[in-house]
């Protein structure tokens, strides 16, 4: 009996495509973990921290939580605002000066690989220092850096900063998964960051000092849309049809779903009710089709019990694993 030729007409053998499936299954469960880790941290340095503090606390979260997801042995982290202006950053070398600190990151931002990553607005991936023009290496750096990734934290259209992962071996960085799931972070990563922002610039200065760590900021879990507090956030990431890739816990809490219920569901617009359904499957579709890159609006939801509730949702465009998807947020409106 003659079976049919199944290789890949790329000239991988069936083998290779099955462990490339199981890599990508392996960075998919990697990067959904990650997740869970990284608003778990950043809320817990919220209770605990206001204001710029908190700002710089996410930042430390962050560089710590892909500096462990890569082996990564040094990184950086700059936030941009809308003109392009550093506001804060957390540098490889540690502590440094104010003045020799502006002077580093301008030089970095002029001629070094964050420079390149902000102007192509893509992954700078350098896989040896040494014969990469991009990369710039600074004087006296008290590290050893041959290969680096730099990956731009963007939410839309708006480039909210550049995290850049280091390490002393050339093509530390290369293997497929690392930079697939560093890549889908990176959304994910924005929108927590922009989150902390938001909730800087709603709570008035002596809230830092006027609220005890073990009182929540936010009284009840139904008033929560003015603060863009992560607490109170759902993230989710849904494919061209509507389906669940992932979300979070408190997605699933607002409207009384387990994650296996979420994922199992046809499409997320199950979960509007039927006079708001039209409307965020236009949304949806605008966005998937490039007529757009992002979307908001208001709508009713619908819980697993069939009670309507009032929702904010947001959401961009981005590609997981190759595929087009939306990462977005959903908070319920005050009432």
Same mark, same amino acid.
């Given at each position: 009996?003659? =079976?049919?030729?199944?290789?890949?007409?790329?000239?991988?053998?069936?083998l290779?495509? +099955?462990?490339?499936?199981?890599?990508?299954f392996?960075?998919?469960?990697?990067?959904?973990?990650?997740?869970?880790?990284?608003i778990?941290?950043?809320?817990?340095?919220?209770?605990?921290?206001?204001?710029?503090?908190?700002?710089?606390?996410?930042?430390?979260?962050?560089?710590?939580?892909?500096?462990?997801?890569?082996?990564?042995?040094?990184?950086?982290?700059?936030l941009?605002?809308? @003109?392009?202006?550093?506001?804060?950053?957390?540098?490889?070398?540690g502590?440094?000066?104010?003045?020799?600190?502006?002077? +580093?990151?301008?030089?970095?931002?002029?001629?070094?690989?964050?420079?390149?990553v902000?102007?192509?607005?893509?992954?700078?991936?350098?896989?040896?220092t040494?014969?990469d023009?991009?990369?710039?290496t600074?004087p006296?750096?008290?590290?050893?850096?041959?290969?680096?990734? !730099?990956?731009?934290?963007?939410?839309?259209?708006?480039?909210?900063?550049?995290?850049?992962?280091?390490?002393?071996?050339?093509?530390?960085f290369?293997?497929?998964?690392?930079?697939?799931?560093?890549?889908?972070?990176?959304?994910?990563?924005?929108?927590? +960051?922009? @989150?902390?922002?938001?909730? !800087?610039?709603?709570?008035?200065p002596?809230?830092?000092?006027?609220?005890?760590?073990?009182?929540?900021?936010?009284?009840?879990?139904?008033?929560?849309?003015?603060?863009g507090?992560?607490?109170?956030?759902? +993230? =989710?990431?849904?494919?061209? @049809?509507?389906?669940?890739? =992932?979300?979070?816990?408190?997605?699933?809490?607002?409207?009384?779903?387990?994650?296996?219920?979420l994922?199992?569901?046809?499409?997320?617009?199950?979960?509007?009710?039927?006079?708001?359904?039209?409307?965020?499957?236009?949304?949806?579709?605008?966005?998937?089709?490039?007529?757009?890159?992002?979307?908001?609006?208001?709508?009713?939801?619908?819980?697993?019990?069939?009670?309507?509730?009032?929702?904010?949702?947001?959401?961009?465009?981005?590609?997981?694993?190759?595929?087009?998807?939306?990462?977005?947020?959903?908070?319920?409106?005050?009432?």
């Amino acid at each position: 009996m003659n =079976y049919p030729d199944r290789t890949p007409k790329d000239g991988t053998t069936q083998l290779d495509a +099955l462990e490339r499936e199981l890599t990508d299954f392996q960075a998919l469960q990697t990067t959904i973990d990650v997740q869970h880790e990284l608003i778990a941290r950043i809320n817990a340095t919220q209770q605990a921290s206001k204001g710029h503090l908190a700002i710089k606390s996410a930042c430390l979260t962050v560089v710590q939580l892909f500096g462990q997801m890569t082996e990564a042995e040094e990184s950086s982290i700059f936030l941009l605002d809308d @003109n392009g202006v550093v506001t804060e950053s957390i540098l490889a070398r540690g502590a440094t000066m104010r003045e020799l600190k502006r002077t +580093l990151i301008g030089q970095v931002l002029d001629r070094g690989l964050a420079g390149w990553v902000i102007q192509h607005r893509c992954i700078g991936l350098v896989e040896d220092t040494l014969t990469d023009d991009r990369w710039l290496t600074l004087p006296y750096e008290p590290y050893q850096v041959r290969s680096a990734l !730099c990956v731009p934290l963007s939410k839309g259209r708006r480039l909210l900063g550049v995290l850049t992962l280091m390490h002393s071996a050339p093509g530390h960085f290369n293997e497929r998964s690392v930079v697939k799931y560093v890549e889908n972070l990176a959304e994910v990563v924005a929108l927590a +960051l922009d @989150n902390v922002h938001l909730r !800087c610039e709603v709570l008035p200065p002596d809230n830092e000092v006027s609220t005890p760590l073990d009182t929540p900021t936010v009284p009840t879990h139904d008033r929560t849309s003015s603060t863009g507090d992560l607490a109170f956030t759902g +993230l =989710y990431i849904v494919t061209a @049809n509507g389906k669940f890739l =992932y979300v979070n816990p408190r997605f699933a809490e607002i409207f009384h779903y387990s994650f296996e219920e979420l994922v199992a569901l046809d499409s997320m617009f199950d979960l509007a009710a039927s006079e708001s359904r039209t409307q965020i499957f236009e949304a949806l579709d605008r966005c998937f089709r490039g007529h757009v890159k992002g979307f908001a609006c208001t709508f009713k939801g619908q819980t697993k019990y069939e009670e309507q509730i009032d929702l904010e949702i947001e959401g961009n465009r981005t590609k997981f694993y190759g595929k087009p998807a939306i990462v977005g947020t959903v908070r319920l409106v005050d009432r």
